[in-house]
Nanobody
Framework: QVQLVESGGGLVQPGGSLRLSCQVS????????INWYRQAPGKQREWVAS???????NYADSVKGRFTVSRDNFKNTVYLQMNSLELEDTAVYFC?????WGQGTQVTVSS
């Protein structure tokens, strides 16, 4: 059974950077798509980015050019590099594969 564990969240100032990690309990090579989602207080969960097993990436317009998703197959980990963070990026970030979700990691952008 697949398990996903996020880490790397924290408090950062506007314009700063964070790298989130999603540790996956089985070989990433076997995965088709890993997604990152986020949920801000009082808002619905929204899709942020995705990475396929063929290294194709897609991003929401709100993060395009600022966020990068990548993977390390040896570490069974998918990353979300977030640069030029904005106040609106404050949310709990989740990784997802199919019906499986991690527990989320909090990202707070504040001055």
């Amino acid at each position: 059974q697949v398990q996903l564990v996020e880490s790397g969240g924290g408090l950062v100032q506007p314009g700063g950077s964070l790298r989130l990690s999603c540790q996956v309990s089985e070989r990433i090579f076997d995965f088709y798509v890993i997604n990152w989602y986020r949920q801000a207080p009082g808002k619905q969960r929204e899709w942020v980015a995705s990475l396929t097993s063929t290294e194709n990436t897609n991003y929401a317009d709100s993060v395009k050019g600022r966020f990068t998703v990548s993977r390390d197959n040896f570490k069974n980990t998918v990353y979300l590099q977030m640069n030029s963070l904005e106040l609106e990026d404050t949310a709990v970030y989740f990784c997802n594969k199919g019906a499986k979700w991690g527990q989320g990691t909090q990202v707070t952008v504040s001055s």
